[in-house]
């Protein structure tokens, strides 16, 4: 390049690893940024740079895209720090999962959304109470169920309220699991959005659960180890099979108590993966035994996930479900926004499942975070 002209691109990222599930992409190729954009994806771009970034055995990912958290921090006691356990360690766009009802909502937009640099979407507790602390189940009370309040809040904040959730542990809805999901069902049908069901510990077996939901519908935790879960014996049950393929999604959200290796592996092995890979991050794990969405993701690739079909389900998938794709989340392409998580592999080290059990692995690590093109600032891997 001759010294009078000026540089095609702002920023490459040279030599990586692109893994980018949704157009196919798994190739040694260079991405080019300019100012917030991605400029370019191919071959030989770092000479037109003003900036090379080496990125040699390195995988360069789309923005990370966390489909289940928790991150209402201060009004909620379940709330993590959106950015500090989530944008800082790789991860774009987030899901709340129904840490706010509809009373709390407007604190949650004000408080959590409005503030954080990330993209943030929450999925509406249909109890007006939210999930406020996991002591006290927020659906002991039947009539703290409204539906009118929750479409009101769905319809007045499209950008945000991508979906419902409800937890049906017995410890939060009681002997009304029946009757509340099904107003939880109805509600969502009205508003033309999924519910999201947490599982473990219901009062019914999954299949009866798995009756009444919808394509499109999520099931929250599906590696649990609590009662109730997928597998009958190593193998999994039909009806979950079944419920797959009409369309109910499965999301791993592992969570402080919900993810057992001794589920996950067999699951794995049989090739049932989730749909979305998620961490179930919040003030309750955030420093163990969960930590982030890439730990997530190194515990189900040492299990036996392909890692490109962890990155599907970690930025692609989610990105779709919570209706982000449309915005340029969850890819890596040209003139869209420049949002890549770059990640390198540690030597290995003992990474927990929820029932205190152990698999030595190696650990997937955000070497470089762009957000809108701008470098974030990474924490270090809070098991160390």
């Not at 989530?86 to 706010?100: F, K, Q």
């Amino acid at each position: 390049m001759t010294e009078d002209k000026k540089p095609r691109y702002d920023r490459v990222l040279k030599g990586g690893t692109v893994i980018d599930p949704a157009s196919g992409t798994n190739a040694v190729l260079d991405v080019a940024v300019n100012g917030t954009t991605i400029a370019a994806v191919g071959e030989g771009l770092a000479a037109e740079a003003s900036e090379v970034i080496d990125c040699t055995g390195r995988w360069v990912l789309p923005g990370l895209v966390e489909g289940h958290t928790h991150i209402f921090q201060y009004v909620s006691a379940v709330g993590a720090p959106a950015d500090e356990a989530h944008l800082r360690r790789g991860v774009v766009a987030a899901a709340d999962a129904g840490t706010a009802g509809a009373s709390t909502f407007a604190a949650f937009r004000k408080l959590v959304v409005e503030p954080s640099p990330m993209r943030i979407v929450n999925f509406l507790n249909v109890s007006v109470l939210g999930l406020i602390d996991f002591r006290f189940g927020e659906l002991m009370n039947p009539d703290t169920l409204v539906p009118d309040d929750a479409l009101a809040t769905a319809a007045e904040n499209p950008d945000v309220v991508r979906g419902f959730k409800i937890r049906l542990s017995e410890d939060v809805v009681g002997e009304n699991w029946q009757m509340l999901l099904k107003k939880s069902l109805d509600l969502a049908e009205q508003a033309g959005l999924p519910l999201m069901v947490h599982i473990g510990e219901t009062s019914e077996p999954l299949p009866v659960v798995l009756d009444h939901l919808r394509p499109g519908d999520v099931v929250a935790h599906c590696y649990t180890g609590k009662e109730h879960g997928i597998l009958d014996g190593d193998a999994v049950q039909p009806a979950v099979l079944a419920a797959r393929e009409r369309g109910v999604l499965f999301d791993s959200a592992h969570g402080k108590s919900n993810l057992s290796f001794e589920v996950a592996r067999p699951a794995i092995e049989k090739g049932f993966y989730p749909d979305v890979l998620s961490s179930d991050t919040s003030a309750r794990n955030w420093r163990g035994p969960v930590f982030d969405l890439l730990t997530s993701m190194s515990k189900l690739v040492a299990l036996g996930l392909p890692l490109t079909e962890a990155v599907a389900r970690a930025t692609v998938r989610p990105a779709q479900l919570l209706g982000l794709e449309a915005e340029g989340y969850g890819r890596l392409e040209a003139g869209g926004p420049a949002h890549v998580t770059v990640v390198e592999e540690t030597d290995p080290v003992a990474l927990p499942d929820a029932a205190g059990n152990s698999i030595t692995a190696p650990l997937l690590q955000p070497a470089l975070v762009l957000h809108d093109g701008a470098e974030v600032e990474t924490v270090p891997w809070r098991g160390l």
